[in-house]
């Protein structure tokens, strides 16, 4: 049975995931009533339930299909989904109580489609951020905060297993998606901001950049990261917090992603800002996951000078991003102006919490830098918000 709303994409995806799960158990598995599920403009993300289904008591599963790359796209350095395939194996292949993911059931390079474990009609950590409970909003938080440092702990010292998974799919291990978009930036923003803004960057200030640049390479506090733990790419479940959207996965160092807390949520449409006691709240619960394996992580003062110098990285690089599109029209970061900020607001509030940052840690060129750069944009944009607000679950008291 088909759902008459269902999207063709979403019948299709159904449609190859039942021959598939046909095909490995030998006997005929009918899926039915598929229920798209949004997915991206290379993808297909559909629910569908498991109408006949002899050799499991599963009610439904979620299939992801990846359109094939077309007659005139460029050639792409990786393919996401051989990376989504080989993070969900990764994953499953922890124990149940540290799998931060769901559950890959089956896979199948020629349809490039993947069928996993359905976690269920759960929220994602954005829809708790704009909704009406402060609460809950915060332990979603601490539940993500944990959830990070439970993967990465897990996944440490597992980065030749995942080459070897992405190997066995015929496909290259990659550096860090954002490397080299951070060393553009590195190179190329100093310039920038001199065209744009008439703000010269010292060289010390370069200098104390390279600092979060170095986090890009064979640290050792390697671990997993999805590159992209934006808020709607977090669904809340009955079991906590669980990452999906594993496309541009990668071994990187674990404060990178820590550092989300603090810009907050670098690059991501919803980069709203946190109150000052969740986000220490948040590192708390994420230390405490990764101080086991990473005792170093557990000496205060070392670890907030890698997360200062991840903070730089992130500010920086958001900057490169936004700054050309700001330069040409101060709009939302994201397409949904009520879940997004402006990005003139956005990127003041960065380097207003960057400068904080840096002063205290005796970064004094990046401070200045950051001074600068906060009193060019209140120029630049003198009818834009000068303070980024909190989520919306965090704006009044009583919530």
């Not at 790359?69 to 080989?86: C, K, Q």
């Not at 080299?180 to 960057?201: F, H, N």
């Not at 671990?223 to 669904?235: M, Q």
Request: charged residues 25%.
């Amino acid at each position: 049975m088909t759902d008459p709303q269902a999207t063709p994409g979403a019948v299709a995806a159904m449609a190859g995931a039942a021959r598939l799960l046909s095909r490995r158990a030998g006997s005929e598995i009918e899926l039915s009533d598929p229920e798209d599920l949004g997915g991206s403009g290379r993808s297909v993300v559909a629910r569908a339930r498991m109408a006949q289904n002899p050799f499991s008591d599963r009610r439904s599963v979620v299939i992801k299909q990846y359109a094939p790359p077309g007659p005139g796209d460029e050639p792409i350095a990786s393919d996401p989904y051989r990376y989504e395939v080989a993070s969900c194996q990764l994953f499953t292949a922890l124990p149940s109580d540290v799998r931060p993911s769901p559950v890959i059931i089956a896979h199948d390079p020629e349809q490039r489609l993947l069928v996993l474990e359905d976690l269920g009609r759960s929220m994602t950590l954005a829809d708790k951020l704009f909704g009406p409970d402060r609460e809950a909003a915060r332990i979603c938080l601490l539940g993500w905060a944990r959830g990070l440092g439970r993967m990465q702990a897990a996944t440490a010292g597992r980065e030749g297993d995942f080459g070897a998974l992405l190997r066995r799919l015929g496909e290259k291990v990659r550096r860090d998606p954002i490397a080299e978009q951070a060393r553009a930036a590195l190179a190329g923003l100093p310039a920038l901001l001199a065209d744009s803004l008439g703000i010269e960057v010292s060289e010390m200030a370069v200098l104390e950049a390279r600092g979060g640049v170095r986090l890009l390479g064979g640290t050792g506090f390697r671990a997993f990261s999805p590159s992209d733990t934006c808020p709607d790419n977090n669904l809340v479940t009955s079991r906590g917090v669980r990452f999906v959207d594993f496309e541009w996965g990668c071994f990187r160092d674990v404060v990178l992603d820590a550092a989300y807390v603090r810009v907050p949520f670098p690059g991501c449409a919803a980069s709203f800002d946190l109150p000052s006691a969740v986000r220490d709240q948040m590192l708390d619960a994420w230390r405490a996951e990764v101080a086991p394996v990473w005792p170093e992580l557990d000496d205060t003062e070392l670890l907030e000078s890698r997360l200062t110098d991840a903070h730089v990285l992130w500010v920086w690089w958001s900057t490169w991003q936004l700054l050309p599109r700001v330069l040409h029209r101060d709009r939302p970061i994201g397409r949904d102006a009520g879940r997004s900020p402006r990005i003139s607001t956005a990127l003041r509030h960065y380097w207003q919490g960057l400068g904080a940052a840096t002063a205290e840690t005796g970064r004094a060129a990046t401070a200045e830098l950051a001074a600068a750069i906060v009193a060019a944009l209140d120029v630049r944009f003198p009818d834009a918000p000068s303070e980024l607000p909190v989520f919306p679950a965090f704006r009044t008291a009583d919530r």
